[in-house]
């Protein structure tokens, strides 16, 4: 049973950029959440998938856009790329409940 | 009080001694509890999940103390690699975002 997947593993952008980041869930699960992780700091909810609509969203500002498509997959958008973007990008995955999988994270450096 | 706060770490302990981290909460409506481990550079994966007063699995126990506010998470006969970072979590109200603590940094020694 493969676990919740990330693509890229490693991104580096200038800022300005746009980047888009990729996440396969759990099987079964149909509910994505994106998360933003500052090093030595805990995830900051970003939004919520389910069913194709964003559910509900974290205090982060526009360029942060997404989607959800059919298979549950989901992608995260972000425009206009700053400086303190620069984070680990997580996805996590669940059935509509509290327990959240997360997968291995795309680190995103933004120079 | 910020919605969720935890020790802030860290805590430096030999292999077999005895730990334990609080975590406490603002939102008295919460009903269930999380922790997750982290280790360096990777992704927080779930360690045990706390619905009632509390919860116990091998070495680790989860307690909830509602009338307080706060969940605190016992390990037991320290392992070397119990050394992490230990995120207490708490979802505000039924299916919504979970809020994270900072995190307590765990090195248990040799």
């Known amino acids: 049973d493969a676990g919740v997947t990330q693509s890229p593993t490693h991104l580096i952008k200038t800022r300005g950029q746009q980047v888009t980041l990729r996440c396969s869930p759990k099987?079964?699960?149909?509910?994505v959440s994106w998360y933003q992780q500052a090093l030595g700091q805990g995830p900051q909810f970003i939004f919520q998938?389910?069913?194709?609509?964003?559910?509900q969203r974290g205090n982060f500002p526009d360029r942060f856009s997404g989607h959800q498509f059919p298979n549950y997959s989901s992608e995260l958008n972000v425009n206009a790329l700053l400086l303190g973007d620069s984070a680990l990008y997580l996805c996590?995955?669940?059935?509509?409940?509290?327990?959240?999988?997360f997968g291995p994270g795309t680190r995103l450096t933004v120079t | 009080r910020k919605e969720v706060e935890q020790d802030p770490g860290p805590f430096n302990v030999p292999e077999g001694a005895t730990v334990a981290f609080n975590c406490t909460y603002s939102n008295s409506a919460s009903q269930s509890f999380f922790w997750y481990r982290q280790d360096c550079r990777k992704e927080p994966k779930l360690l045990m999940s706390v619905y009632s007063s509390g919860n116990e699995d091998g070495r680790f126990t989860a307690q909830l103390n509602r009338a307080s506010q706060y969940i605190s998470l016992l390990i037991r006969d320290s392992k070397l690699s119990d050394s992490a970072t230990y995120l207490c979590?708490?979802?505000?109200?039924?299916?919504?975002?979970?809020?994270f603590g900072k995190g307590t940094r765990l090195s248990v020694i040799a």
């Open positions: 998938y389910y069913e194709e609509e964003e559910r």
């Open positions: 996590a995955s669940s059935r509509r409940a509290y327990e959240q999988y």
């Open positions: 099987s079964g699960h149909d509910t």
């Open positions: 979590v708490v979802p505000p109200l039924g299916n919504t975002p979970l809020v």
